[in-house]
């Protein structure tokens, strides 16, 4: 009756997920400063000489948008939210910054 009897389909969920994309749900609320690069990341107030220290809150390497995105373990949960969003909409991980941008105005 409500299109979920037959397991939830992508295409029933498919307006749902719509809908709660454009709801801006802040999920990954840092990602306007990932995609530009700009602002509180450690590499990018290095180069500006804003801190003495680059690397990440992880210790693992330095703190750049990459890192953020796909390789730090501290936004494991945020990241693994946005590849399951990414990937119910059809869209395939990892996803270029300009497919975050399109796809996830909620972060902007
Ligand atoms: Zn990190």
């Known amino acids: 009756m409500d299109g979920y009897e037959n397991g939830g389909s992508y295409k029933s969920f498919s307006p749902s997920v719509r809908k709660m994309l454009t709801k801006k749900i802040p ?9 530009t690069g700009h602002g509180n990341i450690k590499s990018y107030l290095y180069r500006l000489g804003l801190t003495h220290n680059r690397m990440c ?3 693992e390497e330095e703190q750049t948008v990459d890192h953020l995105i ?13 590849i399951r969003q990414t990937k119910n909409t059809g869209g395939n991980w990892p996803a270029t910054n300009e497919t975050l941008i399109n796809n996830y105005q909620i972060f902007l």
């Open 27 to 35: 999920i990954f609320p840092e990602l306007t400063t990932l995609l």
């Open 57 to 59: 809150p992880c210790e």
């Open 70 to 82: 796909f390789k730090c373990k501290k936004l494991r949960n945020q990241r693994n939210e946005m």
